[in-house]
């Protein structure tokens, strides 16, 4: 699935600067921690004042095999690819071929409200068009080829979200019409468009639109972490996200591209900034993020078991990129590091550490809980002497416990805080702290069993 997008924090800065040999190769050493620890596999580089300053990689393209990953394999970026298909479409008005007020009826009159969709409003994501990765029906056709015919069909049926430029709302539907769109302008297949426009201009030699994952072609395989063992994902095939995510690349090529783009070698001055129309902290293909007292621009992906961020800012002159084939954590928490790093700022090693605590300890958290402040109910449960959580309608998550009361999940940055006595616990997630009370009926189970 092409997931959505996240945004880096605005953070604060200690006023203390650091050698820059230093705090480089202290993040090397944290991401060789990750790796180590089995929290992400992946390559990592940022440039600053536009000049490439820092690579790592760490991890494997292909586990079965044992190959390692180079600063030369290729992963799948998912959504960074909104980015590209975005500069396509500012090239085509520059080219006169569309105009940013053109009409989706002009090209797909059969979608719901096409005569009110502007090629702007799907740029934004502002159009209502339902987005058909939510659907679950997606997970049965998600893997194998669909036509252009095919995945329109999907798309038209359902009914639109809301009126056409009320609102934000993510959808990767609206980058695939766009990429037909494109094809059908230029009379040009997608892959085709990203070459001749993108990567030649810019001498981009392992930017592509992806296929079948080849790892003797130096591409990665993705994989979770489960029971010890790396276990590989399935694939997306490649003509079902199109303009929205088929896009395979490197950090350091990305690098290239989003420096490229803002130094004028893609775009004219005025497209360009007409792509940082912000509404809602979403431009045309990118989005609005802070670091510190600045803000940048970039966007995040996810496809598959794969991870990407690429951001640029450019009163710092810093670009940051990195793609992931595994990932146990929050990602949110590398950027952050990798921008930290970038500008000789010192970061926080994180602790490894975790508790292993008797299932008959783990029983007195063991609950439903709700909160006043969200909607969701938090099951928590134990699973193969491990505890879990499950919020309402999600998938459920390990939990690794810091202290005897305190567990954390890495991958989404979540920590829960359990005061048995109150029966209560505090979930933080990203800055922001929730209380959850258990319920009435299970606390007085509990003290009769």
Same mark, same amino acid.
């Given at each position: 699935?092409?997931?959505?997008?996240?945004?880096?924090?605005?953070?604060?800065?200690?006023?203390?600067?650091?050698?820059?040999?230093?705090?480089?190769?202290?993040?090397?050493?944290?991401?060789?921690?990750?790796?180590?620890?089995?929290?992400?596999?992946?390559?990592?580089?940022?440039?600053?004042?536009?000049?490439?300053?820092?690579?790592?990689?760490?991890?494997?393209?292909?586990?079965?095999?044992?190959?390692?990953?180079?600063?030369?394999?290729?992963?799948?970026?998912?959504?960074?690819?909104?980015?590209?298909?975005?500069?396509?479409?500012?090239?085509?008005?520059?080219?006169?071929?569309?105009?940013?007020?053109?009409?989706?009826?002009?090209?797909?009159?059969?979608?719901?409200?096409?005569?009110?969709?502007?090629?702007?409003?799907?740029?934004?994501?502002?159009?209502?068009?339902?987005?058909?990765?939510?659907?679950?029906?997606?997970?049965?056709?998600?893997?194998?080829?669909?036509?252009?015919?095919?995945?329109?069909?999907?798309?038209?049926?359902?009914?639109?979200?809301?009126?056409?430029?009320?609102?934000?709302?993510?959808?990767?539907?609206?980058?695939?019409?766009?990429?037909?769109?494109?094809?059908?302008?230029?009379?040009?297949?997608?892959?085709?468009?990203?070459?001749?426009?993108?990567?030649?201009?810019?001498?981009?030699?392992?930017?592509?639109?992806?296929?079948?994952?080849?790892?003797?072609?130096?591409?990665?395989?993705?994989?979770?972490?489960?029971?010890?063992?790396?276990?590989?994902?399935?694939?997306?095939?490649?003509?079902?996200?199109?303009?929205?995510?088929?896009?395979?690349?490197?950090?350091?090529?990305?690098?290239?591209?989003?420096?490229?783009?803002?130094?004028?070698?893609?775009?004219?001055?005025?497209?360009?900034?007409?792509?940082?129309?912000?509404?809602?902290?979403?431009?045309? +293909?990118?989005?609005?993020?802070? &670091?510190?007292?600045?803000?940048? %621009?970039?966007? @995040?992906? *996810?496809?598959? $078991?794969?991870? /990407?961020?690429?951001?640029?800012?450019?009163?710092?002159?810093?670009?940051?990129?990195?793609?992931?084939?595994?990932?146990?954590?929050?990602?949110?928490?590398?950027?952050?590091?990798?921008?930290?790093?970038?500008?000789?700022?010192?970061?926080?090693?994180?602790?490894?550490?975790?508790?292993?605590?008797?299932?008959?300890?783990?029983?007195?958290?063991?609950?439903?809980?709700?909160?006043?402040?969200?909607?969701?109910?938090?099951?928590?449960?134990?699973?193969?002497?491990?505890?879990?959580?499950?919020?309402?309608?999600?998938?459920?998550?390990?939990?690794?416990?810091?202290?005897?009361?305190?567990?954390?999940?890495?991958?989404? +940055?979540?920590?829960?805080?359990? &005061?048995?006595?109150?029966?209560? %616990?505090?979930? @933080?997630? *990203?800055?922001? $702290?929730?209380? /959850?009370?258990?319920?009435?009926?299970?606390?007085?189970?509990?003290?009769?069993?």
């Amino acid at each position: 699935m092409l997931k959505k997008i996240f945004f880096l924090s605005a953070i604060g800065f200690s006023s203390v600067v650091f050698s820059q040999n230093n705090i480089r190769e202290k993040l090397g050493n944290y991401l060789d921690s990750l790796f180590v620890h089995h929290k992400v596999m992946g390559s990592f580089a940022f440039a600053d004042k536009n000049q490439p300053t820092f690579l790592k990689v760490v991890g494997f393209s292909d586990v079965e095999k044992q190959q390692k990953a180079n600063m030369n394999t290729q992963y799948r970026i998912g959504s960074i690819s909104k980015t590209f298909t975005a500069v396509l479409v500012m090239k085509a008005v520059e080219d006169k071929k569309l105009s940013l007020q053109t009409k989706l009826s002009d090209f797909y009159p059969e979608i719901p409200n096409a005569n009110k969709i502007t090629i702007e409003n799907l740029l934004q994501h502002r159009t209502g068009i339902h987005n058909l990765t939510n659907e679950a029906e997606y997970w049965q056709y998600n893997a194998k080829p669909q036509t252009q015919s095919d995945l329109v069909n999907i798309i038209k049926k359902y009914k639109s979200d809301f009126n056409p430029g009320i609102k934000f709302e993510y959808s990767n539907s609206n980058y695939i019409l766009l990429g037909y769109i494109l094809e059908r302008v230029y009379k040009k297949s997608y892959a085709e468009l990203i070459k001749d426009k993108i990567a030649r201009p810019l001498k981009l030699t392992l930017t592509e639109v992806g296929g079948k994952i080849d790892t003797s072609k130096n591409q990665a395989k993705s994989y979770q972490f489960t029971n010890g063992k790396y276990e590989v994902s399935s694939e997306t095939d490649m003509s079902v996200p199109g303009g929205a995510g088929s896009i395979v690349s490197t950090p350091t090529e990305l690098l290239k591209f989003i420096i490229g783009l803002e130094n004028g070698k893609l775009l004219t001055k005025t497209s360009l900034k007409e792509m940082k129309n912000f509404a809602d902290n979403y431009g045309y +293909g990118l989005l609005k993020v802070p &670091f510190g007292n600045s803000w940048g %621009f970039g966007h @995040t992906g *996810g496809i598959d $078991k794969f991870g /990407s961020a690429l951001f640029y800012f450019p009163d710092l002159k810093v670009a940051a990129a990195f793609s992931t084939n595994q990932s146990d954590m929050d990602t949110n928490e590398i950027s952050i590091k990798m921008l930290e790093t970038a500008t000789g700022k010192d970061f926080e090693m994180p602790s490894f550490k975790t508790l292993e605590i008797p299932e008959a300890d783990l029983q007195k958290f063991v609950g439903t809980y709700s909160s006043k402040d969200i909607p969701l109910k938090i099951n928590i449960f134990i699973k193969d002497k491990k505890l879990m959580a499950q919020a309402t309608g999600q998938s459920d998550f390990p939990l690794e416990a810091t202290s005897q009361t305190t567990f954390k999940f890495d991958r989404a +940055g979540i920590v829960i805080e359990f &005061f048995p006595a109150k029966n209560q %616990f505090v979930i @933080t997630q *990203g800055g922001t $702290k929730i209380s /959850s009370q258990k319920n009435k009926n299970e606390i007085s189970k509990n003290k009769y069993h």
